[in-house]
């Protein structure tokens, strides 16, 4: 059965950093596509960093030089260093995996985690 748990998130002041975690069970893939996303209520999920198999990187445009997506691919983990945090960032943050070296959207990923709070106060 495969697991993905994300933690690290919480409360910060504008400006302040995080760093998310998240970590994949269940699975033996040296080269998955992992990607963080975020969710306001009412709104769609929106992909906020995606990495793939060759280490590519994507973001999108709101979190670009304030946040980096990484991973250590034989612990099946990933994280996204939150800095300079806004409270438009306010949001639940999900940790998604796609066994496969290519990135797509939301669609292309099966396995989730259940989510990380982050709120930004101004």
């Known amino acids: 059965q495969v697991e993905v748990v994300e933690s690290g998130g919480g409360s910060v002041q504008a400006g302040g950093s995080l760093r998310l975690t998240c970590d994949g069970y269940g699975y033996i893939y040296d080269r998955p596509c992992m990607a963080w996303f975020r969710q306001v209520a009412g709104k769609e999920r929106e992909e906020v960093a995606a990495i793939d198999g060759d280490g590519n990187t994507r973001y999108t445009d709101s979190v670009k030089g304030r946040f980096t997506i990484s991973k250590h691919n034989g612990a099946n983990t990933l994280y996204l260093q939150m800095r300079s945090l806004k409270p438009e960032d306010t949001a639940m943050y999900y940790c998604?995996?796609?066994?496969?070296?290519?990135?797509?959207?939301?669609?292309?990923?099966?396995?989730w985690g259940q989510g990380t709070q982050v709120t930004v106060s101004s």
């Open positions: 998604a995996v796609r066994l496969w070296p290519v990135c797509g959207d939301y669609q292309d990923f099966p396995f």
